[in-house]
């Protein structure tokens, strides 16, 4: 079955580091998404994608990064971690083109916490 | 300033009662409107999704109503199981020049007990 995975689950990183969280989906869709979600706010863009090599900034980027090499991957990489980063992180995919009215279809999710 | 409001913040019932959710937005115009569940540890799923024109959608023993007039939607859950604890999450989506954009509320968080 088609399916979206993010590794890892849990992270615990210190300030400063470089982190890279991975988001894999095997239906082939073309956008891809990645949300933090923080106790009392609704989920927040991060960055998106609608296709490889493109990739847009969402309402909350800053200290985010990511690349789009193929259809599958869309990685999240947290150049200088802060302690504001800890949060869950959220990858989803949908199908059609530039984002659409499509169901989005969202990962489990990763815990990072940052000491 | 485009939001989404969901009440209450959380809610507790008896395994077998029925209970509704409210979502409040201000997003204009929008696309549409979907109500998402979330387990624990888990990511969103798609219960239901209401066009503009649409003023309610049924999945099984969850039922969404929406009155754009208004601009007010709710989810009815009957009957409820332990398994509808979750928090639910209501999400408009604003069409935009390159993006429709997804502004999603805080959710609900329901515990069903036995």
């Known amino acids: 079955d088609a399916e979206i995975t993010q590794s890892p689950r849990h992270k615990i990183t210190e300030t400063g580091r470089q982190v890279t969280l991975a988001c894999h989906q095997t239906?082939?869709?073309?956008?891809m998404f990645w949300y933090r979600q923080d106790l009392g706010h609704g989920l927040r863009l991060i960055h998106y994608?609608?296709?490889?090599?493109?990739?847009n900034k969402g309402e909350v980027s800053d200290g985010y990064s990511v690349s789009r090499s193929n259809t599958e991957d869309l990685p999240l990489t947290l150049e200088s971690a802060a302690s504001s980063q800890t949060s869950v992180y959220f990858c989803?995919?949908?199908?059609?083109?530039?984002?659409?009215?499509?169901?989005?279809?969202f990962g489990p999710g990763t815990r990072l916490t940052v000491l | 300033k485009n939001q989404v409001e969901q009440s209450p913040q959380s809610l507790i019932i008896l395994e077998g009662k029925n209970c509704t959710l409210q979502c409040n937005y201000t997003v204009s115009p929008f696309s549409n409107l979907r109500w998402y569940k979330q387990d624990t540890g888990r990511g969103p799923v798609s219960l239901t999704i209401m066009t503009f024109s649409e003023n309610t959608k049924s999945n099984g023993r969850y039922t969404a109503t929406l009155d754009a007039d208004t601009k007010q939607s709710s989810l009815h859950i009957t009957a409820s199981q332990l398994s509808d604890s979750a928090s639910y999450i209501c999400v408009v989506t604003a069409p935009g020049s390159g993006y429709n954009k997804l502004i999603f509320g805080a959710g609900t968080r329901l515990a069903v007990h036995p």
């Open positions: 989803a995919s949908s199908e059609g083109t530039s984002g659409g009215n499509n169901e989005q279809f």
């Open positions: 994608s609608y296709g490889v090599q493109d990739t």
């Open positions: 239906w082939n869709h073309n956008n």
